[in-house]
């Protein structure tokens, strides 16, 4: 089958979390059991029916394995590619092929994390991936990573579009409000502009405020092929699109700061699905760092490049705004337990569902996923769907 012949043949059936914010008593690997069983539960299905699973850690690089153990189940389909937070966007296509070849019947995609409460927490894996994982062009000058990364891209898209330190804000400001409409995000405070700009900082242009959190979370979802999904306990939400790139590990070697691979990635994605960005109602776009969400806008097609400053100016994409981007208040004040990515594909199926209460978007039918993993390196992309838009 081709990747057209693909498109709507599998969907999302089932969705769930557990621990977001601290779940401190608990390890990772029980708050995503708790996850997943939430998952198969709003699914309608029960364990013995998965025969399918996808994850990684960034800790341990046989995670699956214990995860199948724990969760005691026989999968004919693993899948435990790590490529940072994008991972849990770029699972869906491999599990596609492989509900499509009859190799399984349904996948569970599922992730957990306690780097907050943990002993062995965010700051320690900082200090031991530059042992385990060290980078040839950085490393030895001893950036404060990733934030270091990030923030040069943001001054890099500064000097080059004209991108205002208050444009930066807005997209802190928004997801704040965002967070504020759901109960279960974990800073839901006030925040104004002047607050983003005048906390503390970290690597300029950016403060704390532009910085994605540290949170414990755990998040899943189940996958099965199209014609079983509709005898099943919850409305579909059809996978269109889904493609995946990655051009560069190391920040220092992009071509450009201000260019990601998500260029490629949202192109790829957006021919399967047969629909162009524009067309979407809701954007979950990884927002690890403020620019991320700049960057993403214009790489997949929502606004031309150097434009993206523009386009969130004044609550254009906060609640009431000209698009819906990252609705349960994202990576920046929802939740952000190491990676990111299956957070976004969960709450893209909430509101095309129309399960969200004071934050749901009206007559949301299309929605673009996007995960970001390592230093803006591996880019993936996903167009979800109602039936409406099969």
């Known amino acids: 089958m081709n990747l057209q012949q693909l498109r709507g043949s599998v969907a999302v059936v089932g969705v769930g979390h557990a621990g977001i914010g601290d779940a401190a008593g608990f390890t990772e690997q029980e708050i995503l059991s708790q996850a997943a ?13 998965i025969d399918g699973i996808t994850t990684c850690s960034s800790l341990s690089t046989m995670w699956v394995m214990p995860v199948i153990e724990y969760l005691g189940i026989r999968p004919t389909f693993i ?20 509900l499509n070849s009859g190799q399984c019947n349904a996948v569970l995609v599922c992730y957990g994390s306690t780097q907050r409460t943990a002993t062995f927490n965010r ?24 934030v270091a990364a990030y923030a040069l891209a943001a001054q890099r898209h500064a000097h080059q579009y004209g ?47 532009d910085c994605c959190m540290v949170s414990d979370g755990a998040g899943a979802f189940v996958l099965t092929r199209a014609d079983r999904a509709k005898d099943l306990a919850k409305k579909p939400v059809y996978i269109l699109g889904n493609a995946t790139a990655c051009w560069n590990r190391q920040v220092s070697s992009m071509d450009d700061l201000t260019v990601t691979a998500a260029s490629e990635s949202g192109n790829r994605c957006f021919d399967m699905a047969g629909y162009q960005a524009k067309d979407a109602q809701l954007a979950m776009l990884y927002d690890a760092f403020t620019i991320n969400t700049i960057l993403f806008l214009e790489d997949l097609g929502f606004c031309a490049k150097g434009e993206g400053g523009a386009f969130v100016d004044d609550g ?27 957070f976004l594909v969960i709450e893209a199926v909430r509101q095309l569902r129309g399960e969200c209460g004071a934050r749901q978007v009206g007559n949301a039918h299309l929605a673009v996923v996007h995960g970001n993993g390592g230093t803006l390196s591996s880019q993936s992309t996903a167009m979800l769907g109602t039936a409406d838009a099969l």
């Not at 069983?37 to 029916?49: C, F, P, Q, R, T």
């Open 79 to 98: 899948d435990s590619t790590m490529i940072g937070g994008s991972s849990y966007v770029a699972h869906l296509l491999p599990a596609i092929h492989a």
């Open 316 to 342: 254009a994409i906060a609640p009431g705004g000209r698009l819906a981007v990252n609705t349960n208040g994202g990576g920046l004040s929802c939740v952000h337990p190491g990676m990111y990515g299956v």
């Open 37 to 49: 069983l939430n998952a198969i539960k709003d699914a309608g299905l029960s364990l013995k029916d």
């Open 163 to 209: 991108t205002t330190r208050k444009q930066l804000a807005e997209v802190a400001v928004a997801a704040r409000k965002w967070a504020q409409l759901n109960p279960e995000a974990v800073m839901r405070g006030d925040l104004s502009i002047e607050d983003v700009i005048g906390a503390r900082a970290v690597a300029t242009p950016f403060t704390v405020r």
């Open 123 to 146: 700051s320690e894996l900082t200090r031991v991936r530059k042992v385990m994982d060290p980078q040839p062009f950085e490393t030895p000058y001893d950036p404060p990573m990733p």
